[in-house]
């Protein structure tokens, strides 16, 4: 029987990313998967990053996960969104090869001397002394381990729907697992489902592409992880077609043999990523939708049509498409489904990504109610190096709001749990002007180093940039008056003013240009770093003010509110505020006053009886 | 304990011997349908001392039984949510009213009259939030995010000029602690007496003798269901060998300075800025008034008296608010004039980004209003304000 420090269930984003964080911090760690080969796939839309998700990715690459490095090695198409807004909301956003994604995930896994990676299905847990021990595999054997990380995507209790279809698996034509769900429900678990969805996926051959607008590739040369050297592939463009008005006549005629009507389908679907036929019912007055039309690969003809998620019927499937500009003789390669799967109601963890009731038992990405690859990369990358530290005994790895999407991320799930499938928005984050997609390493890296998360490659790296960055704010704090600022080309009000170089920045006079003349040293830094630094120039009186409000907030997490608090004879509180405190079990003060819908008088209640307890 | 809401005559009887104690009417109140949302019976004793006293003796007596804190009621209404915290502040002034403009302000927060209109503006807020957030973040979809910053410019602009003119409510302090009216001139100009006749005793020592008072005197009175506090001051002159009488006429000064209204019994020439001028003493043989524009008025006769005070009432409408409108404690000016300057800020920037912040800014200090945020000293601090029973 083999003995591990961490076993980690699942090989998907947040599977990977729990093994490879685990490793990092220096537990033996299993990675225990279905299948080998399908380590690193990505079950739905062939692209990573976006508005929100693309900080996700950068701060999972800042502790030196996996994501970011997978993304460039398969990276063929390349946007940055809302380039001509402030860089707080940039999201970097590429598609990736399929095969070319999964074979690096798999080969950075395999470079981890500390991770075995074991086939089979996890069908129980072991647990002694209401303590995971290990687990349980299809073919009876067993597996040691002081930790356990679940990270079973949409298999755990997966059922595909497609029209009348009724498939069992977790992605199609693969397993589902049933009997670990079975045995979470039985652990007394609050255990929900939810529902995502994937739309058909068509043959590149079959596209008339030239009656199609085409969506180019970002000419810069910006990668997801600044550890990559530049771009890796040749780049492709996208094309963009459109619903129209038979499309939705052939939709809305097949939507009484759609699973999401007929009442098949009890879990929640996204609301920001709706299916087709959810968008024709919701939104009936508009005449067309936009559908991207996304090349899976360099070596494959597979294209997604982003946009048209769906579980109609096949048939009806093909006519839909074939409904459309530059598709009319498209072949449909593998139709489109909705998948129903079981979640754990993430109130039910900590902050570790832990779930209370079971100690060693983590959880990570769409277990707790989350969608999309990044969310899981980046839980995944916590409860991993979480369980690492229950098993070996390091100190835990928990972050703030106020320090990263991922500290929003996990105190959202913690404490408001789910009502569909979370996705990261940069409106979730009130500090956003901070936390930026481009200074994820100067904000994370330094807590990677201190719990061990960094590599020797990325610790080389991050030393090398801290000494840029540095030297650059050294050079900045010179001070120039107005008149000098004008000698050197920036015609700013000549006031008799006198300013660091990085006061001057923010000025709309100072270009770029006078401030690489005055600093000769910031051209020749990264061109990211040095982004970075004039961001922060620009934004500064803002994140200053944000700075002052921050130290508030640490200082109202400072009201301690008991675990064991008794939110049942508290007066004052509805039924249903009195349900959310005690799912979400807040730990302090300011946690119970971020809990939705818990009222000024409510937390003025729990404050009063804190103290007279205290007393 | 009877029937809800439905009043009973009981008999009080000590509980040590059986004693009665008093005949009073028992009308109870089950929670959460009560003031403080707990289970609440009041009893309708005679009114004699003697009678409260024993009754409360015989209560006190029982272990589970105390009087209440200052301000309990209202604090446990609030605490089991079934007042917000304007309403409690509202609460606490009509307990501390005195006077009818008192009154009528305190119920108007009471009812809940601000927190409504908190209440739309916080839906105003999230809605402009929403937009820019939808264009924030789904820019990369066509289905959403096209409105215009031009647009939402125009909408913070409308809700900023909103707060602009609820900033003009009156103050909540001015209205609780009567309006300054401070009586200046030359010595021997009548001040005191006028003082005495207006509020209707002998409060300050009045002689021919130039220079009598030497320090400011203070005297509250309700005119017209009004709240005012008159000054008296020192009489100014140019020359004074008395240290004590020049440091009353600094004192004059800083009251004149201070004041909500002045009433100037001098030359027209020294009158300070917006004061009303006052011709006094007209009993006095010879009299000749200062300015033609004075208010003739005799302390002595009551001569001019009803024009002073119909003056007065007309200044005072300033800190007065109109029936069913409130006024505003520092506290919500404060955040008020948060949310006009974040608002202001936003209406003027170009960055999305900015906007979406300013209006961040703006939503927090609404919270903190309605104590989402900072609850421990905002709770301090009202609740140190509560004197009374309920």
Known sequence: MSSYDVIVVGGGHAGCEAAAASARRGARTALVTFAKSGIGAMSCNPAIGGLGKGHLVREVDALDGLLARGADAGAIHHRMLNSSK?????????????????????????????????????VDLLVNNNQVVGVKLGDDSAVDGRAIVLATGTFLGGRLFRGEELLTGGRIDELSAIALGHRLRALNLPIERLKTGTPPRLDGRTIDWAA??????????????????GRQLPQIFCAITRTNARTHDLIRAGLDRSPLFSGAIEGRGPRYCPSIEDKIHRFGDRDGHQVFLEPEGLDTHLVYPNGISTSLPTDVQLAMVRSMEGLADVEMVVPGYAVEYDYVDPRALDRRLALSALPGLFCAGQINGTTGYEEAAAQGLVAGANAAAHAIDLAPVTLDRASSYIGVMID??????????????????????????????????????????????????????????????????????????????????????????FEWARFAEVGPDVIEQLVPSITTVHPDLREEILEDARYAPYLERQAAEIADLRQNENIPVPGDFDYESLGGLSLEMREKLMLARPQTLAEAGRVRGITPAALAAILVAVRRKAA | MGKARFARLVALRDPADGTLLDRALALPFVGPHSVTGEDLVEWHCHGGQAVVHVVLTALAREADAREAKPGEFTRRAFENGRIDLNEAEGLADLLAAETEAQRRAALSMAEGILSRLLETWRAELLRIAAMIEADLDFSDEEDVGDASTVAIRALVSTLHVEMETALTAPSAERLRDGIRVVLAGPPNAGKSTLLNALVGREAAIVSDIAGTTRDSIEAVVGIGGIPFVFTDTAGLRDETSDVIERMGMERARAAVDDADIVLWLGPEGNRPDGAILIAAQCDRPGWQPLASTAIAVSAITGAGMDALVAALLDRAKAWVPREGAFSLHRRQRQAIEAMTRALKHCAVQDDLLLMAEEIRVAVKALDALVGRAGVEDMLDTLFSRFCVGK
């Open chain 1, 212 to 229: 199609l607008p085409e969506q180019p590739s970002d000419s810069s040369g910006w990668t997801m992880s600044p550890m990559t050297a």
């Open chain 1, 412 to 501: 959202d799930l913690v404490l408001q749990g789910v009502t569909e499938p979370y996705r990261m928005l940069t409106a979730r984050a009130e500090y956003r002007l901070h936390l930026r997609a481009d200074n994820a390493a100067t904000r994370l890296g330094p807590l990677g180093l201190e719990w061990g998360l960094i590599g020797a490659e990325r610790r080389a790296f991050d030393a090398a940039r801290a000494d840029d960055r540095a030297g650059i704010e050294r050079d900045m704090a010179a001070t120039y008056s107005a008149s000098e600022m004008a000698r050197s080309g920036a015609p700013v009000r000549q006031d008799g003013s006198r300013r660091s170089l």
């Open chain 1, 86 to 122: 402030g860089k707080a909301v940039q999201g970097p956003r590429v598609q990736a090869d399929r095969k070319r994604f999964r074979s690096a995930i798999a080969a950075m896994v395999a470079a981890y001397p500390n991770i075995d990676v074991i086939e089979g299905e996890v």
